[in-house]
Antibody
């Protein structure tokens, strides 16, 4: 069974750093991409970007370029989303999802709630 | 690619049919998926390729359309179908985009 398991909820202060994770199992981790999706409180889904675990090729949506870093460690089948300086506006649920290029998001992680507040 | 869903909220009685719309501002061919999201849960893939049900999705869910106009139809609403539905274009990879969602409410 394909599974994506994300790290737990985080509560941070503005300016702090954060790295959340998404661990894949039940499939060949390098046969597809891992994308990240943001959902701000009470809002819809926003595409952030994606990474290919095979060679760490990362692609970003324009709104998120320079705001976050997407990385991966294929040896432990885990993708990451990180911030160097959090803002209150980063408060959201972040989902990872498995996909093929030009493909749907067929498997999702359970989501990680990130709360940024002073 | 800008995806626009309508209506924002749809109130339907159980057992009735629900029709949700999604429009793209340029052609996405058939590279369109629909997802269902219930409160506190991750989205779940319902339909891909505009009209192909994902594994385990009941036959009461159907998708249609191509190009710029798409429809998700739920033929006879069950209580568990009341949720938020999103369309998603994957034509322009890796610049995916979602519609803003339609909330399906119990009437």
């Amino acid at each position: 069974e394909v599974q994506l398991v994300q790290s737990g909820a985080e509560m941070k202060k503005p300016g702090e750093t954060l790295k959340i994770s998404c661990k894949g199992s039940g499939y060949d981790f390098t046969d597809s991409w891992i994308g990240w999706v943001r959902q701000m409180p009470g809002k819809g889904l926003e595409w952030m970007g994606t990474i290919y675990p095979g060679d760490s090729d990362a692609r970003y949506a324009p709104s998120f370029q320079g705001q976050v870093i997407i990385s991966v460690d294929k040896s432990i089948t885990t993708a990451y989303l990180q911030w160097s300086s959090l803002k209150a506006s980063d408060t959201a649920i972040y989902y990872c999802a498995r996909h093929f290029p030009y493909g749907d998001l067929r498997a999702w992680g359970q989501g990680t709630l990130v709360t940024v507040s002073s | 690619i800008l995806m626009t869903q309508s209506p924002a909220t749809l109130s339907v009685s159980p057992g009735e049919r629900a029709t949700l719309s999604c429009r793209a501002n340029q052609s996405v061919g058939s590279d369109l998926a629909w997802y269902q999201q219930k409160p506190g849960q991750a989205p779940r893939l319902l339909i891909s390729g505009a009209s192909t049900r994902a594994s385990g999705i009941p036959a009461r869910f159907s998708g249609s359309g191509s190009g710029t106009e798409f429809t998700l139809t739920i033929s006879s609403l069950q209580s568990e179908d009341f949720a938020v539905y999103y369309c998603h274009q994957y034509y322009k990879w890796p610049m995916y985009s979602f519609g803003q969602g339609t909330k399906l409410d119990i009437k």
